[in-house]
């Protein structure tokens, strides 16, 4: 495994809806691999993430969006979870930070409907990804190619399907740090 002490890895949630897997899963990866994760949101405090409908544990922020500087971090991961990326996309400065982050060609990793910032950033057009399957529309309506895959890599954009793609979402997006 590669060594990325060092190594700092954003992971941009709403304050609320988050699939908890979908973040932990990521998290556990980045911080086994020596990275350091750091929790950005939309407000100070803390955030609460779901196991599909029922809430789970809180998590606290370590970032306002406001405050975020892209310079500042490696890779951006974006996990799902319905509520979670639905507001996201309705945030100006996350849609921002999102297409920035792209945009400098480090390494964005979104998972299941996180795929909704990734369209609403306006990086999905001529690239091809993958998300929960309702998603396929949305993203073919954004310019964009869907694919039923575990995981796909395009360029800099890392995307998966859902929870039990976690393991092929790490293994690429800690691969795109190596």
């Known amino acids: 495994m590669t060594d990325l002490t060092g190594t700092k ?3 941009l949630v ?3 809806g988050i699939e ?3 973040l932990t899963g ?3 990866a980045a911080e086994k691999a020596g990275a350091t994760p750091v ?3 939309t407000e100070a405090g803390k955030v609460q993430a779901f196991n599909h409908l029922d809430p789970a544990d809180t998590f606290g922020v370590d970032v306002v969006i406001d405050d975020a500087d892209v310079a500042d971090y490696a890779a951006l991961v974006l996990p799902g979870g319905v509520p979670n990326p639905d507001a996201l996309r309705m945030n100006e400065a996350a849609v921002a930070f999102v297409r920035d982050f792209a945009a400098s060609g480090k390494p964005v990793a979104a998972i299941c ?3 909704w910032v990734l369209i609403e950033a306006d990086v999905v057009r001529g690239r ?3 998300s929960w399957p309702s998603l396929q529309t949305d993203v073919r309506n954004a310019g964009g190619s869907w694919v039923d895959r575990e995981v796909v890599v395009d360029g800099n954009l890392v995307t998966s399907r859902k929870p039990d793609d976690i393991p092929a979402f790490n293994r690429e ?3 795109k740090l190596g």
């Open 14 to 16: 709403a304050t609320e």
């Open 26 to 28: 990521p998290w556990e």
């Open 9 to 11: 890895i954003a992971f």
């Open 20 to 22: 908890q897997v979908e």
């Open 39 to 41: 929790l950005i949101s």
């Open 173 to 175: 997006l800690l691969g």
């Open 113 to 115: 409907h996180a795929i």
């Open 128 to 130: 091809e990804l993958t």
